[in-house]
């Protein structure tokens, strides 16, 4: 498995705008792009502070779905979103799954 962590920091009063963003991104995906979960966080302690961790089968997959024309489309509006309400544009961590644990 392979994971990316997105980091970001929003404008001040857009934080009602991420189910917005979370919904058009949610309508952009396509089935067999090798996407097994994300997860959407603010910070507690600094509610500006946005983190996104995606999970996929492998990195190869990940990077084959960046490049995929059908979500294209689908990413403009969450896009035009993004500039709307992020302060900073997003960071990008990649990170290799070496353990797993659900309960």
């Not at 009602?16 to 309508?27: G, I, T």
């Not at 779905?65 to 990413?75: I, K, S, V, Y």
């Not at 500039?83 to 353990?99: C, G, K, N």
């Given at each position: 498995m392979w994971a990316q962590l997105i980091t970001t920091r929003l404008k001040a009063g857009k934080e009602?705008?991420?189910?917005?963003?979370?919904?058009?991104?949610?309508?952009a995906e396509q089935p067999d792009t090798g996407l097994l979960r994300s997860t959407a966080m603010?910070?507690?302690n600094d509610p500006n502070r946005v983190y996104m961790l995606v999970v996929f089968e492998s990195e190869e997959a990940a990077r084959a779905?960046?490049?995929?024309?059908?979500?294209?489309?689908?990413?403009q509006a969450?896009?035009?979103t993004m500039?709307?309400?992020?302060?900073?544009?997003?960071?990008?961590?990649?990170?290799?799954?070496?353990?797993e644990t659900t309960y």
């Open positions: 009602d705008q991420l189910p917005k963003l979370y919904e058009q991104l949610r309508a603010q910070d507690q779905r960046e490049n995929d024309p059908r979500r294209q489309e689908g990413l969450a896009r035009a500039a709307d309400i992020f302060e900073t544009p997003p960071e990008f961590t990649d990170l290799t799954v070496v353990e």
